[in-house]
């Protein structure tokens, strides 16, 4: 089942270890018998959310069949208990139990309410999985915190055997996932809502775990969780961060971004990386580049100055092959010896891993890399840590903070979702972007937007999630520009609509 999607909105995630202990500190506060009046809360926030998907996804609720899926903890708890809830509002509610002891008192007020309850046996039997079938609503209560990655039998049949047709609400998280990494190691549910408790987890912006919530609602329960190092900007924080001309600016003083990009093999990544520029409002933009690419850069963009000059930052390396005979590789070696931010893509992440050019120290305020999980696995064999591009798919998160730690940059790895990481664990998590935008070029009109946020002072981590929500945003609103419910765009649309992502950021 498809629901539709939120514009993403700003969530701070955080570890199991930190909303344990804020559950802990809110709890020793609180009288006896307050634990259950967080968990009818939960129940609460569960059972309203899953009877909207319901009404959403059949156009109804009371005569609806609902399955709950319920493991031993307290996340079965809720489940149970939004099952009374359910109930209440007719809907045909069947409880199947994957452990043998399920949460009492929702065991007892479930049945009361007068939920159908299976004990189901492991591997499951036929009858067991038979409610499953007719299901026009899952809430998964296998595991929440207290999850260990992956499931066991007999949740693993149960979760199979979901069918495509039925809404499925996970609680808390998706059961399965790696709540902390964002790993997804064996089976899991994949979930088309996910109703967080106190605060968002972890799993919940990092791929792929992410991928298995569908749409987030964060549900208040009072709790006083620290600020997390892990965060995802919406349009407001993008406008907060966007660098906005004074009254009395002028082009030098808004900052100006070198570029060296492309080559003679690729002369239309320059154009694009500077199309990304010019659109994201850069104060000016020096250009340096083979001739063949000056030439396609001035005729797209006459206003881009040819050749290098006083700039503020650098954006090094999109559409540039290190190996060919040209001065590409010099340029941005030059360009690093500056000392001045830059943004290092495609080809300069060679250039840079290869030279003396490694910053051991803290760069982070000054050096963003852009790899896609390709070159991020390249790089990192040549630091040292050989890995497969694969690897670095299942675990992005973990191999982005890798790169960072070791290079002391702050990585920006591309992908559906994009993270951008520094070395110390602060990291944002963007999924702004239709799968559309998987398109040849589409990184190099990135890599110019986040460069003149660069250019405009903006730090590393803000310039590539801010970066990084436009351009997903200009891809939407590309995509959408061919009619109908969006339609394929190339690299250059998404430049064209830069401006637009940028006004609506800005949008009060
Ligand atoms: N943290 C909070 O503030 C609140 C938590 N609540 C709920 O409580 C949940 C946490 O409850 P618990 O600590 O009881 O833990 P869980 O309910 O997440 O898991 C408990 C048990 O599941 C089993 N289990 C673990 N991994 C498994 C696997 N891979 N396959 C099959 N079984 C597995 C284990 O026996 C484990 O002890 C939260 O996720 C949330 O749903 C809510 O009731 C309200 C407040
Ligand atoms: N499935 C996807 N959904 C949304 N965006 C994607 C997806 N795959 C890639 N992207 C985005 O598209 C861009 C592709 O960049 P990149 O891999 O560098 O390609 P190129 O080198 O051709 O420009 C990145 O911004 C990336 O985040
Ligand atoms: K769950």
Avoid at 18 to 46: F, I, N, S, Y
Avoid at 90 to 100: E, F, M, N, P, W
Avoid at 355 to 361: E, K, L, S
Avoid at 486 to 497: E, K, Q
């Amino acid at each position: 089942m498809q629901l539709e999607q939120d514009r993403r909105p700003a969530v701070a995630a955080h570890s199991v270890a930190a909303v344990r202990a804020a559950e802990g500190a809110a709890l020793a506060g609180l009288p006896p018998g307050a634990p259950d009046a967080l968990m009818q809360q939960a129940a609460t926030a569960v059972a309203v959310t899953a009877a909207r998907a319901l009404r959403e996804a059949t156009g109804g609720i009371a005569g609806r069949a609902a399955v709950l899926l319920v493991g031993s903890g307290d996340n079965g708890g809720d489940a149970l208990w939004a099952g009374v809830r359910l109930r209440r509002r007719g809907v045909a509610v069947t409880a199947l139990l994957s452990a043998d002891t399920a949460h009492p008192a929702g065991l007892a007020a479930v049945r009361v309410a007068g939920a159908r309850v299976l004990r189901v046996s492991s591997p499951p039997s036929a009858t067991d999985l038979a409610p499953l079938a007719a299901a026009d609503l899952v809430i998964d209560g296998l595991v929440g915190l207290g999850g260990r990655p992956g499931l066991r039998e007999p949740a693993t049949s149960l979760v199979d055997r979901i069918p495509a047709s039925a809404v499925v609400v996970a609680v808390d998280v998706p059961s399965g996932v790696d709540v902390d990494s964002g790993a997804l190691p064996g089976p899991h549910v994949q979930a088309d809502v996910t109703v967080t408790l106190g605060a968002a987890k972890r799993c919940l912006l990092l791929p792929p775990a992410s991928t298995a919530a569908g749409r987030v609602e964060v549900f208040d329960l009072g709790f006083d969780v620290p600020p997390a190092p892990l965060r995802r900007l919406d349009a407001a924080g993008v406008g907060a961060l966007w660098p906005v001309p004074a009254p009395g600016a002028d082009k030098y003083r808004r900052g100006v971004l070198g570029m060296v990009a492309g080559s003679a093999g690729y002369p239309g990544a320059a154009v694009l990386a500077t199309s990304g520029a010019v659109r994201a409002g850069v104060g000016m933009l020096r250009y340096v580049g083979p001739d063949d690419a000056t030439r396609a850069v001035r005729s797209a963009h006459p206003e881009v100055v040819a050749g290098a000059g006083r700039v503020q930052a650098w954006a090094l390396g999109s559409g540039v092959n290190p190996d060919a005979d040209d001065d590409q590789p010099a340029a941005i070696r030059s360009a690093l010896d500056s000392g001045l931010p830059c943004l290092l893509d495609a080809g300069a992440l060679e250039v840079w891993a290869a030279g003396v050019h490694r910053d051991p120290d803290d760069a982070s305020d000054r050096l963003l890399l852009t790899p896609h999980a390709g070159e991020l696995a390249s790089l990192l064999g040549t630091l040292g840590l050989p890995r497969e591009r694969a690897d670095v798919e299942e675990r992005p998160f973990e191999h982005a903070h890798a790169a960072a730690e070791l290079t002391g940059a702050c990585v920006l790895l591309k992908g559906a979702t994009t993270l951008v990481v520094t070395p110390d664990g602060e990291a944002r998590s963007q999924a702004e972007a239709p799968a559309w935008l998987a398109t040849a070029g589409a990184g190099d009109v990135l890599a110019g937007v986040a460069g003149a946020l660069l250019a405009g002072g903006v730090r590393p981590l803000d310039a590539g999630a801010a970066a990084a929500w436009v351009h997903g945003r200009a891809a939407t609103l590309a995509s959408r520009a061919a009619g109908g419910g969006g339609g394929p765009i190339a690299a250059s649309d998404v430049a064209a609509h830069v401006p637009a992502a940028v006004a609506e950021a800005l949008a009060p």
